[in-house]
């Protein structure tokens, strides 16, 4: 087949909010030889999407910044020396393109995709191939556009999860197909109600007990959580710190909070000895051998031309799950 000489694609010429968002058509660039070129079918919006939108993300943030991290796609040419794809593979990417694994250095975090590189609102783009993972074979290109970072887990450990959003959901998702027990938080019990559903064993409204920690330390017999899946920022995470148990994990995925006063995090964090990540791992076995389980929740999709909508109904925090955009 021929390969488009253009794509379109959502840009911002300038930061002060998602409608300073422009849909323009571009030339598409030749295809390197580590390459592939991905035609893009769906993407997925994170609340960090409006912080750079809004010009209140703390990373570098490239000019004219095509935004949008999370995707699913369709391979539809590969560079002469990349052996491992092919035309036709369905795929997603890495959120930081060369973090492969745990580590993490300088040059590595460069590599973001929606900050600082350009991000995946787009109809196609050209990815490194080892940028790349394979779509869990049950999953749409919707579901697959909204798989997050997470980590493993075992089975018996207790994970607390901030909020319902995209993220939260899943990691609940992952959770209970890992078998451990989750405690989740939100400030609505309609949202509490349907994460109770989703199998969270123990729920709390963070507005009514706004001292939440307590309750997760009562709940875990004085013990406190295996991990914290961490997507507030600032304002929540000397409350996460608290719930964590002795040698614990806080998982750092998201900025919701924005500004907000800074807290002393590093001597709290030193007693209990924790540890902090900021991972992507391929999660397609757990997710192929769990589905009905592990299936993504997607609340609400958008065509591509109203991408504006899509991040206007994500800040109304009207979502229970994912706001996904479909492009093709």
Not at 59 to 66: A, F, K, M, R, T
Not at 290 to 295: C, E, G, H, P
Not at 311 to 320: D, I, T, W
């Amino acid at each position: 087949m021929s390969l488009p000489a253009k794509a379109r694609q959502w840009f911002y010429p300038e930061r002060n909010s998602y409608n300073d968002l422009v849909l323009a058509e571009i030339p598409l660039p030749a295809v390197k030889s580590h390459e592939v070129l991905v035609k893009t079918h769906a993407v997925s919006l994170q609340y960090r999407d409006l912080l750079v939108a809004k010009a209140s993300y703390p990373g570098v943030v490239q000019p004219n910044l095509v935004p949008c991290s999370d995707m699913a796609g369709e391979i539809i040419a590969v560079g002469a020396e990349v052996k491992n794809w092919k035309v036709g593979d369905r795929v997603s990417a890495n959120f930081i393109l060369d973090k492969l694994h745990d580590e993490m250095t300088a040059e590595i975090a460069a590599t973001g995709l929606g900050g600082s590189q350009q991000g995946v609102l787009t109809e196609y783009r050209t990815f490194p191939a080892h940028s790349l993972v394979a779509i869990p074979a049950p999953l749409s290109y919707e579901e697959a556009a909204t798989l997050p970072s997470f980590s493993p887990l075992k089975a018996g450990d207790t994970i607390l999860v901030l909020g319902t959003g995209g993220v939260s959901i899943f990691a609940l998702q992952f959770a209970i197909a890992s078998g451990a027990t989750v405690i989740a938080l939100s400030s609505s019990d309609e949202k509490l109600k349907a994460v109770k559903k989703l199998g969270a064993k123990h729920v709390i409204n963070y507005k009514t007990m706004p001292q939440w920690d307590e309750e997760v330390m009562k709940l875990t017999n004085g013990v406190g959580v295996d991990r914290v899946v961490e997507v507030s920022g600032n304002t929540t995470l000397e409350r996460s710190i608290a719930s964590v148990k002795f040698n614990g994990s806080i998982d750092l995925i998201g900025h919701l909070s924005g500004g907000g006063p800074p807290v002393d995090v590093i001597l709290p964090a030193i007693r209990k000895g924790l540890k902090f990540r900021g991972v992507f791992k391929d999660m397609n076995r757990l997710i192929e051998a769990n589905v009905a389980i592990t299936r993504p929740v997607i609340d609400k999709i958008f065509p591509f031309e109203q991408a504006k909508d899509a991040y206007a109904y994500l800040e109304s925090q009207a979502h229970v799950g994912k706001v996904v955009i479909n492009i093709s």
